[in-house]
């Protein structure tokens, strides 16, 4: 079966970290691009970071410096190590990838998110 | 940064009606644009992928369509499944943002 398992979410204090996790299963996490999405409560989407197959990442604006994206191929993981967090970072973390629409930007598969809460 | 612009904020329909959702790109984005459908409790889903192809599985009543800055994602009939939350989304320069969501709610 096709899917994206996320774990490592929490509480945590601000200032703290926190190492998330996506394991896939059905396809290889290296084959394409692979993204984290957030959501915070009562709120929309918000993109933030992104690892393609050669190695690149990129990330927002409001994660950029405080998180790092990578993957283990042997483990077919993908991770968010997130540092210096903040009240704002709270939210449910989703992994995504493209499976069937190629390099498109789009996402047709996702976890069912974990939830990052970051407060004293 | 490209900014998504998602209008209107809420549009009540009733089953049977058509659904227009619009999503306005702060400057040009090709063909790179998604939409997907959210429901309280869920992971987004993908309709919609380079503008107007729909995504596997998803019924001949959505489509979408528009390039460059203006994109359109048409419900042509409602059915009571489709109360959701919409949103589009665009990759430019390796980069990906979201906009800020249409709920439609039953009328």
């Known amino acids: 079966e096709v899917q994206l398992v996320e774990s490592g979410g929490g509480l945590v204090q601000p200032g703290g970290s926190l190492r998330l996790s996506c394991a896939a299963s059905?396809?290889?996490?290296?084959?394409?691009?692979m993204s984290w999405v957030r959501q915070a409560p009562g709120k929309g989407l918000e993109w933030v970071s992104v690892?393609?197959?050669?190695?690149?990442?990129y990330y927002a604006d409001s994660v950029k410096g405080r998180f790092t994206i990578s993957r283990d191929n042997s483990k077919n993981t993908l991770y968010l190590q997130m540092n210096s967090l903040r009240a704002e970072d709270t939210a449910v973390y989703y992994c995504?990838?493209?499976?069937?629409?190629?390099?498109?930007?789009?996402?047709?598969?996702w976890g069912q998110g974990t939830m990052v809460t970051v407060s004293s | 940064e490209i900014v998504l612009t998602q209008s209107p904020a809420t549009l009540s329909l009733s089953p049977g009606e058509r659904a227009t959702l619009s999503c306005r790109a702060s400057?040009?984005?090709?063909?790179?644009l998604a939409w997907y459908q959210q429901k309280p409790g869920q992971a987004p889903r993908l309709l919609i992928y380079?503008?107007?192809n729909r995504a596997t599985g998803i019924p001949a009543r959505f489509s979408g369509s528009g390039s460059g800055t203006d994109f359109t994602l048409t419900i042509s009939s409602l059915e009571p499944e489709d109360f959701a939350v919409y949103y589009c989304?665009?990759?430019?320069?390796?980069?990906?943002?979201f906009g800020q969501g249409t709920k439609l709610e039953i009328k």
């Open positions: 995504a990838s493209p499976l069937t629409v190629g390099a498109t930007g789009a996402f047709d598969i």
């Open positions: 059905g396809f290889t996490v290296s084959s394409n691009y």
């Open positions: 690892i393609y197959s050669g190695g690149s990442t």
């Open positions: 400057q040009s984005v090709s063909s790179y």
């Open positions: 380079d503008a107007s």
């Open positions: 989304q665009q990759r430019s320069n390796w980069r990906y943002t």
